[in-house]
């Protein structure tokens, strides 16, 4: 079964500065996706960013963007020009392609705080 | 972006009563929708999968008999805590698929006295 490992429970950054938060997964699999979703207080799971395994670049969305080494299963998000509202927790997530499954597998979640 | 609604945002209920949860796509049509269990400060876990027109899959732990899940249509997937009790307190939340994307509702909070 696919696994997913956040290593970082939180994560601290100061308004306008730059945090990348880490995350590898464990698979046999060669396709798959990757996600990272941001959870607000809210409660609302908002997507971030998603990224294809067959694809080699690395995908961008605005300020966030990914390190995605398939060979080491590490998928870290890279968060530039921090901002309050990007507060959040964030999880990221492994989709499998294989056998019909679109099961999203998370990790436990790392909580970014961005200090003024 | 794609809208995935869900009611109630929260509920209180005496213990040994059922709650439904109403998931419903706004915009879209989902032939499969998912439903998570977030205790706090926990990640979501997969309870089951919610297929239109067919029997849900339930993810391994998960009493079906306690969790019923309905999908009588393309846009609506209901979840029904039968025999609510205390340790069921939690946030449930579900998702629906649109192309390869997920989308979430805004997640209910259930709370069994």
């Known amino acids: 079964a696919q696994t997913v490992t956040q290593s970082q429970p939180e994560m601290s950054v100061q308004e306008a500065e730059t945090v990348t938060l880490s995350c590898t997964y464990d698979?046999?699999?060669?396709?798959?996706?990757l996600f990272w979703y941001k959870q607000p207080p809210s409660r609302q799971m908002i997507l971030v960013i998603r990224?294809?395994?067959?694809?080699?670049q690395n995908a961008t969305e605005n300020r966030f963007s990914v390190n995605f080494q398939k060979a080491a299963k590490s998928f870290s998000l890279k968060i530039s020009d921090s901002q309050l509202g990007d507060a959040a927790m964030y999880f990221c997530a492994y989709r499998s392609l294989q056998g019909g499954s679109e099961k999203l597998v998370f990790g436990k979640g790392t909580k970014l705080t961005v200090n003024p | 972006g794609a809208v995935v609604s869900q009611h109630p945002s929260w509920v209180i209920c005496k213990s040994g009563t059922s709650v439904k949860i109403e998931c419903r796509s706004l915009d879209f049509q989902a032939t499969t929708m998912f439903w998570y269990r977030q205790f706090p400060k926990q990640s979501l876990m997969l309870m089951a999968t919610s297929n239109e027109g067919s029997k849900a899959t339930y993810e391994q732990g998960v009493e079906k008999d306690k969790f019923l899940i309905n999908h009588a249509s393309l846009t609506l997937s209901t979840l029904t805590v039968t025999s609510a009790h205390p340790e069921d307190s939690s946030f449930y939340i579900c998702s629906a698929r649109m192309s390869e994307k997920l989308f979430f509702g805004s997640g209910t909070q259930l709370s069994v006295l």
């Open positions: 698979t046999s699999e060669s396709d798959y996706y």
């Open positions: 990224q294809e395994a067959y694809k080699q």
